[in-house]
């Protein structure tokens, strides 16, 4: 089955601290990958994209993620967290074959002060 | 100069009521979608329109139409509200492979 799995359903970290948000996916042929970020009663905003190239793509506010394809995974990562960074994460693939997209379930990120 | 716009942004209604939910995007895009997020915050598709035609329809009762009248704009109607339907609704779009934009959502209400 195609498939976006988020393991966590949340993330605490402290402000200042490194941090990653896991998302491992599993489609048929290429994936186009996708992070999003919700902050409350907001629409959904994009992040960052891998589609082809480098494995590290780099995005808004300072994330990265990294494309490993023998691990299917695609985690979220940010070198300094920022109390700001609290919100809604979701990872999301779409097939090549038919542009479907289909999104992780989310998972929530905490930065403590 | 809003780039997804939905109207309204919140909608109360009893159950039985039809109501429409606007969506119109200023970006160009050619592919426009209709969410659904429950209150666990899981989003699904429901509906992708491409340059006006339908090409993915999930597994949505067919009180849900949707009707794109051209490539800016994605409506979405729904007959013979039930409280299940009480959600929030996001309109997005997009180029053919590229990240999406997403409306700021609309809140419904059904009681």
């Known amino acids: 089955a195609q498939s976006v799995a988020q393991p966590e359903d949340q993330v605490k970290v402290a402000e200042g601290n490194p941090l990653t948000v896991k998302c491992t996916y599993s489609?048929?042929?290429?994936?186009?990958l996708f992070w999003y970020v919700q902050y409350p009663n907001r629409g959904l905003q994009f992040l960052l994209k891998?589609?082809?190239?480098?494995?590290l793509v780099k995005g808004s506010y300072g994330f990265e993620a990294e494309f490993n394809k023998s691990q299917t995974s695609f985690h979220l990562k940010k070198p300094s967290a920022l109390v700001s960074d609290s919100a809604l994460y979701f990872c999301?693939?779409?097939?090549?074959?038919?542009?479907?997209?289909?999104f992780g379930k989310g998972t929530r990120l905490h930065i403590l002060p | 100069d809003t780039a997804v716009s939905q109207t309204p942004k919140y909608l109360v209604t009893q159950m039985g009521n039809d109501k429409s939910i606007k969506c119109e995007q200023n970006?160009?895009?050619?592919?426009m979608y209709w969410y659904k997020q429950d209150s666990k915050k899981f989003l699904k598709i429901m509906f992708s329109?491409?340059?006006?035609?339908?090409?993915i329809n999930e597994t949505v009762p067919n009180r849900f139409s949707p009707k794109s009248p051209d490539k800016a704009h994605l409506n979405l109607h729904i007959n013979s509200l039930e409280l299940g339907d009480s959600a929030v609704y996001f309109c997005?779009?997009?180029?053919?492979?590229?990240?999406?934009?997403f409306g700021p959502g609309t809140r419904l209400t059904v009681t």
């Open positions: 999301a693939v779409r097939r090549e074959a038919d542009d479907k997209i289909i």
């Open positions: 891998y589609i082809t190239g480098d494995n």
């Open positions: 970006l160009g895009h050619d592919t």
């Open positions: 489609v048929s042929g290429n994936p186009y």
């Open positions: 329109y491409n340059n006006k035609e339908l090409i």
């Open positions: 997005a779009s997009s180029p053919l492979i590229g990240e999406q934009y």
